[in-house]
Nanobody, 125 residues
């Protein structure tokens, strides 16, 4: 069983930055793809970004491409989401997710086996 714990959320003004962290209870090198999702009130959970086991490859949702960057530090069993140029529409609960498979480009929430509890990000205008 893999446990994931997100942190780093908070309130930020539009144009600002935040860095989310997701700590895993197991060695992240033993996990495959890691992903970030978000869910705003009344909306479906949306894919934000994904990263392969080695961290070499990343992919993003169209709404965050060029502004958000996923990375992982397998020595610290942690994955990160650097969020720049934040907009009010980025306001949501952000979740990290993991799968034991080595899937590049995985965007579907159904492809992920483990989920964190989420961290709130609020962007004020």
């Amino acid at each position: 069983q893999v446990q994931l714990v997100e942190s780093g959320g908070g309130l930020v003004q539009a144009g600002g930055s935040l860095r989310l962290s997701c700590a895993a209870s197991v060695r992240t090198f033993s996990i495959g793809t890691l992903g970030w999702f978000r869910q705003a009130p009344g909306k479906e959970r949306e894919f934000v970004g994904g990263i392969t086991r080695t961290g070499i490859s990343t992919w993003y949702g169209d709404s965050v491409k060029g502004r958000f960057t996923a990375s992982r530090d397998n020595a610290k069993n942690t994955v990160y989401l650097q969020m720049n140029s934040l907009k009010p529409e980025d306001t949501a609960v952000y979740y990290c997710a993991a799968t034991i498979t080595m899937s590049y480009g995985l965007r579907s929430r159904n492809g992920y086996d483990y989920w964190g509890q989420g961290t709130q990000v609020t962007v004020s205008s």
